[in-house]
């Protein structure tokens, strides 16, 4: 889940704790084009104020003036609304292609499992709600992170999870756009740089710096399924640290910035260290897709497109070449 819909949850948890009622939208199914996909949250509070998404904004609309003009059911159980049956509806409230959506509409009681989901996705677990469409009773799993959203007609399963994070090994001018954008992509952004000369100007930047030498730094972390880690000082006192210890780690991505004739040095220094083929096999690098990168912001671009391709299931079609040289 992205930071949209913990905000969601963290919305809901205040305002029932405040002692309003709130009414919680999940998308259950989609058909056709839809703007927000199975398991997107919106929290309607009593008087209207809105958090989260399903829609582009039209529905968002409409479910206000439902609560409005007293269209909501007001029982405990759970009810579904669909938009979108007729070409007339997807229209109206903007469901491209004529796309149809199911939206499960419960009233938040208990908040204790609100409180549980946000506690677990901290302590960067992932978890399965199971929602019961006709008692509206609630139960929490263990869930891994290729599940998804599965509703059988009486029980609605959806997947929470924490934040995608990016450990940067390195402090320098690259890591500053790779933070950048990381960021507007909804990564939570660590820095390990144990060289003091290169903190200056990350005072305002929304990142986190992990003390220590970089494998250290890589440890401390406890890399996961949903963590990429990618070096980026160039130095390979530092990055090859890193590497050793990231390459062995659950991380999804593993990336270190080099030419192509650097990468495949290091590949051989990784070998020499006692490192199986296999493991180094994940190496990425170059690293980044080929889109004819040379500053610094466009390698940044690059780098996130791959990593953001990878965590999204999407094969890397646009590889760099192994037969170009590279800057970086």
Not at 274 to 279: N, T, V
Request: proline share 5%.
């Amino acid at each position: 889940m992205d930071s949209v819909d913990l905000n969601v949850l963290r919305s809901v948890l205040k305002w029932r704790r405040a002692g309003h009622r709130v009414l919680l939208y999940s998308v259950v199914q989609t058909w056709g084009s839809a703007p927000r996909p199975p398991g997107a949250m919106l929290a309607l509070r009593e008087d209207g104020i809105v958090i989260g998404s399903v829609s582009g904004g039209c529905i968002e609309d409409d479910l206000i003036a439902r609560l409005q003009e007293g269209r909501v059911h007001a029982s405990n159980g759970v009810h579904l609304v669909t938009y979108g049956v007729t070409r007339e509806e997807a229209a109206r409230f903007g469901l491209p292609c004529g796309g149809t959506l199911r939206l499960a509409e419960e009233w938040v009681g208990d908040v204790q499992w609100v409180a549980d989901v946000l506690q677990r996705c901290g302590d960067h677990q992932i978890v399965a709600r199971e929602l019961n469409l006709q008692s509206g009773a609630v139960s929490l799993h263990p869930a891994s992170r290729e599940e998804g959203v599965t509703f059988d007609g009486q029980t609605l399963r959806t997947i929470y999870g924490p934040r995608w994070r990016l450990m940067l090994i390195g402090a320098g001018q690259l890591s500053r756009y790779v933070a950048e954008i990381a960021r507007l992509l909804d990564f939570d952004v660590l820095i390990c740089d144990p060289r003091k000369e290169f903190a200056y100007g990350w005072e305002d930047q929304q990142a986190r710096f992990v003390p220590g030498m970089p494998d250290d730094a890589v440890l401390t972390i406890e890399p996961d399924e949903r963590t990429a880690i990618v070096a980026l000082t160039h130095d390979p006192r530092l990055d090859d640290m890193a590497l050793l210890t990231a390459l062995s780690s659950n991380a999804f991505y593993v990336g270190a910035l080099g030419s192509r004739a650097t990468s495949q040095k290091r590949r051989e220094n990784l070998a020499q260290l006692g490192m199986d083929a296999e493991i180094i096999g994940r190496l990425h690098g170059p690293v980044g897709l080929h889109i004819g990168s040379h500053t610094p912001a466009e390698i940044a671009l690059s780098l996130m497109a791959e990593i953001v391709a990878l965590k999204n299931g999407i094969p890397l079609k646009q590889k760099k070449p192994l037969s170009a040289e590279t800057a970086h």
